[in-house]
C-alpha cells in the first residue's frame, strides 16, 4: 500500500520561502512510470496543479507558478520536496502531495494523496 505523508510549517511570513516534504512509503519514488507533484488548494477555490517530479528527476512546473517553484527529491529518504519562494497571503493553502501513474505515456493518473498539509502565510 503506496503511502504519502506531508510534513512542513503550518506558518510562513510574507516574502520567505514555504518548504513542504513528502516522505512516500510503499513503493521508491524512483520506480518507473511514476511521478510526484504537489496539489494545493487556496480556501473557498479549486484544485491548483503546482509542479511535478518523475521517476527519471525531470521536472515539470505550473507555467504561473514556475518562477517560484523548486520541486526535488531525496532518494535516500525516499522523499520529494516543495520551495515556494517569495510567498504573499495569496499563498495560503492547503498543500497535498500526490502520486501520478502513466508518467510519460499517459493517460496521467493521480491515485495516492497525502492528507495535505495547511499552511498560512501571513506576519
Known amino acids: 500500500q503506496v503511502q504519502l505523508q506531508g510534513s512542513g510549517p503550518g506558518l510562513v511570513k510574507p516574502s520567505q520561502t514555504l518548504s513542504l516534504t513528502c516522505t512516500v512509503s510503499?513503493?521508491?519514488?524512483?520506480?518507473?512510470?511514476?511521478?510526484w507533484s504537489w496539489i494545493r488548494q487556496p480556501p473557498g477555490q479549486g484544485l491548483e496543479w503546482m509542479g511535478v517530479i518523475g521517476y527519471d528527476d525531470s521536472t515539470y512546473y505550473s507555467p504561473s507558478l514556475k518562477s517560484r517553484t523548486s520541486i526535488s527529491r531525496d532518494t535516500s529518504k525516499n522523499q520529494f520536496s516543495l520551495q515556494l519562494r517569495s510567498v504573499t497571503p495569496e499563498d495560503t493553502a492547503a498543500y497535498y502531495c500526490?502520486?501520478?501513474?502513466?508518467?510519460?505515456?499517459?493517460?496521467?493518473?493521480?491515485?495516492?494523496w497525502g492528507q495535505g498539509t495547511q499552511v498560512t502565510v501571513s506576519s
Open positions: 500526490v502520486r501520478v501513474g502513466n508518467y510519460g505515456a499517459g493517460p496521467y493518473v493521480i491515485d495516492y
Open positions: 510503499g513503493q521508491s519514488i524512483t520506480t518507473m512510470h511514476y511521478a
